[in-house]
């Protein structure tokens, strides 16, 4: 089992077509599965590039 360590939410978007037709879009956060210290984290990217970064000072 993984702990949710992020907030982040999906971000609603528009497709615009040429003729100006809008549908609506959900873009998606990049989740990482992350082991530290032999927990494991459900991060984005950018988090979990963070939490490497802290844990190998």
Do not use: D, W
Not at 2 to 30: D, E, F, I, M, W
């Amino acid at each position: 089992m993984s702990r949710k360590v992020t907030s982040k939410r999906p971000n609603a978007a528009k497709n615009v077509s040429h003729a100006n037709n809008r549908t609506c879009k959900k873009q998606n956060l990049n989740f990482q599965y992350v082991t530290i210290n032999g927990i494991k984290f459900k991060t984005t990217a950018r988090e979990a590039r963070t939490l490497r970064k802290l844990t190998n000072k």
